[in-house]
């Protein structure tokens, strides 16, 4: 098809994005969920993530944003290590929990333990290990960068996605 060749509509008018606007829109947009946890001096620490990816693999980096008014946050920085566990449809409970506050989070939960010392749900889907690589100011977030030390599949289920303001399976 020539470029020419394209249907094009009406223009959209170029105007200030608002918040509202901004999270309404990414709200179409499908999500893996996962948990990131580290072994801090008080115990586990853990937090949901859905802005999770795959960065490289030479070398092997991955991503995470995670707001600056996270709780979890300074635990994470501070060990500098993480470990990523990806939750199955099956973990929605778990998603909502890690996402709650004055909750111990981590309660009933069966863990493993990753080659940093960072907790690991055992019925994750799989899991990146990582040690801190880079952390990038971004608005009102963090752009963190984990350089993965190691890595492995636990289970194969399906994915927890959260899409349209609600979690379901991948």
């Known amino acids: 098809m020539a470029r020419s060749d394209v249907l094009r509509g009406d223009a959209l008018p170029a105007a200030k994005v608002e918040p509202v606007t901004l999270r309404t829109v990414m709200r ?20 949901a993530i859905n802005s999770f ?3 490289s693999l030479n070398p092997p980096l ?7 008014e996270s709780r979890s946050w300074p635990a994470i920085e501070a060990t500098q290590r993480f470990a990523v566990s ?3 449809e099956e973990q929605e409970q778990v998603a909502r929990r890690f996402c ?19 907790p690991i ?16 100011e971004a608005g009102d977030h963090h752009v963190v960068l984990g350089r993965v030390v190691g890595a492995g599949v636990l289970n194969h289920a399906r994915p927890l996605v959260f899409t349209q303001g609600t979690y379901r399976s991948g």
Do not use: H
């Open 121 to 136: 749900l055992a019925t994750a889907a799989g899991y990146v290990d990582c040690t801190l690589d880079q952390v990038i």
């Open 62 to 68: 991955v991503l995470f944003c995670i707001g600056r």
């Open 100 to 118: 709650a506050s004055g909750v111990d989070r981590f309660v009933g939960q069966d863990l493993r333990t990753a080659v940093t010392g960072a």
């Open 28 to 47: 179409q947009l499908a999500t893996g969920v996962t948990v990131v946890a580290t072994d801090s001096q008080q115990g586990p620490v853990g937090v």
């Open 86 to 88: 990806f939750l199955t």
């Open 53 to 55: 990816t795959s960065v």
